[in-house]
């Protein structure tokens, strides 16, 4: 593709839904891999709610639903008892559309991503590897060997780097990618099994020097076994663990009979973060920018966040819609996110590995006994819900993000408001642009100068069911093409609207603006 304005390395989940949501937008992309063929492991399995809500702006989420797996609960242990459990359904309702844990392996995923591309008309461009880049003249100059050993030569607008922990797009820049590696080896084993413990639902295993957790995917029994290399084990060269050397163990915390092993591997657990996410033209997403411990199931949904963010941004500057200066807000949005990730997953991590006495007490006494009575309150609950799904995630410090109308910020995720008849107020962010949210009744003067400047005005009847939202009545809400707030402004001046847009260089859509949207 002669005429891509994206060169992507690295074809994983971020590389695949940051081509996917370019493709959409309109922009021509190449993507390369270096590896001959997709991933068979399933490594990765939790999807959460906000990615959820980023694929159905491309009509993606409900095969994603459908094909997964649905968690109803996470269980935790402690001392060979059940001690607490977290029901899903209930963590989110009225939060998000997707109030739900699901699981669906990493490598199905990426055949699904893979397969929507090809729909496209887009591939992944296999065996090819970066072997380096350059600026020059307002664009980029890749080198790129091909699986026969020559060397392409690609120009290119843009270069993001997609391509994991040893980044060849991050070495060729030269950014630091501080951080370290905990002592503890892990294992990760997908196996088949049966017992009281394989429900469908999630199992997580304190004890006083082991950590075990448990994940449910399809089909019936299958399951995904995350957990510390202990003992004679652990002082044990990784490539010659076997699972004969976990598999006791493992009897021994859970009633689990393993019937079979389908995969077992070793691996260190790293955290880290990147100095910076961007250089110039090029960008770092995913693991390529922050890696962290896999507690909570952040990893890969905190790398399609980053593509996303990027991607309608990219979309903006190509299509001559907003100025490049649109692009300095990639780095402060997503590196913050990531660094309080590291931290937080870094205390988790610790807590559950560690070997002292206080630790122990904690995890076995404490903890399980705690979450068994907080999580019985509704505010821990939506609490819950809304960290680990990442529907907190907020960027009201960016220099995108102004005002504040009721409880929602300039930089807040849009508050998701069912509005009855299978529809809410997300159904518009399926153009994948911005536009104008009122709930209630809109000015005269905001609907002219949403019609004067093309952004799409989505009027909504004010009901009972926005009020717990946070949302204002009559307020105006300028909702980025990502689903977060651009602008919340209580008063609903027109000047306030356009002063925003002039000062970030936000120009019309080529397609027009539609007349209001009544819902």
């Not at 590696?181 to 295993?205: K, R």
């Not at 980025?480 to 602008?487: E, F, K, M, N, S």
Request: hydrophobic share 45%.
């Amino acid at each position: 593709m002669p005429n891509a304005r994206v060169l992507i390395v690295g074809a994983g989940p971020t590389g695949l839904v940051l081509a996917l949501w370019l493709t959409h937008l309109k922009i021509p992309v190449r993507l390369i891999d270096r590896a001959a063929e997709p991933g068979t492991t399933s490594r990765a399995l939790a999807v959460q709610a906000r990615t959820l809500e980023i694929y159905d702006q491309i009509h993606l989420a409900r095969t994603v639903v459908d094909r997964g797996h649905h968690v109803q609960a996470v269980n935790f242990w402690a001392a060979g008892k059940r001690r607490a459990s977290a029901i899903f359904g209930d963590l989110g309702a009225g939060l998000s559309p997707f109030s739900l844990l699901l699981t669906f392996p990493q490598d199905e995923h990426e055949g699904l991503l893979i397969d929507r591309l090809a729909e496209l008309g887009v591939a992944v461009e296999r065996g090819c590897e970066l072997a380096g880049f350059e600026e020059s003249g307002g664009s980029v100059r890749a080198h790129v060997k091909r699986p026969d050993g020559g060397i392409e030569m690609v120009e290119t607008a843009y270069i993001a780097g997609c391509d994991g922990a040893h980044s060849a797009v991050r070495t060729t820049l030269g950014i630091g990618f501080g951080g370290g590696t905990y002592a503890h080896l892990f294992y990760v084993a997908d196996v088949q099994a049966s017992g009281a413990a394989i429900d469908g639902n999630v199992h997580v295993a304190l004890d006083s020097s082991d950590f075990l957790a448990v994940f449910a995917r399809r089909p019936a029994g299958a399951v995904r076994l995350v957990g510390t290399v202990r003992g004679d084990a652990a002082r044990t060269s990784p490539a010659e663990i076997s699972w004969d050397d976990i598999g006791r163990r493992v009897l021994e915390w859970l009633p689990i009979q393993v019937e079979r092993v389908n995969w077992f591997s070793t691996y260190r657990v790293h955290h880290r973060v990147a100095e910076h996410f961007r250089r110039g033209r090029a960008f770092l997403l995913g693991d390529a920018a922050h890696v962290h411990s896999p507690v909570g199931g952040q990893g890969m949904n905190t790398g399609i966040g980053d593509a996303v963010n990027l991607a309608w941004k990219l979309a903006a500057v190509l299509h001559g819609r907003a100025p490049e200066s649109i692009l300095d807000s990639y780095e402060p949005e997503r590196i913050g996110f990531a660094r309080r990730l590291v931290e937080t997953t870094d205390r988790a991590f610790s807590i559950v590995t560690s070997p002292s006495w206080s630790a122990r007490f904690l995890r076995i006494e404490i903890f399980p006994r705690l979450l068994a009575l907080l999580i019985k309150t509704r505010a821990v609950r939506r609490f819950m819900f809304r960290t680990v799904s990442q529907t907190a995630v907020n960027y009201r410090g960016s220099p995108l993000s102004a005002g504040r109308a009721g409880a929602v910020h300039g930089g807040d995720r849009l508050p998701w408001v069912p509005l009855g008849g299978n529809t809410d107020n997300f159904a518009p962010l399926d153009s994948i642009d911005w536009q104008v949210h009122v709930y209630g009744e809109p000015r005269p003067q905001i609907e002219s100068l949403c019609r004067d400047r093309g952004v799409p005005l989505h009027a909504f009847a004010w009901c009972a069911e926005l009020a717990p939202s946070g949302l204002e009545r009559d307020a105006v809400y300028l909702v980025r093409p990502d689903g977060y707030i651009g602008l919340a402004d209580p008063t609903a001046e027109p000047a306030a609207l356009a002063a925003y847009l002039d000062a970030r260089g936000i120009k019309d859509s080529p397609r027009g603006a539609p007349p209001p949207r009544p819902s």
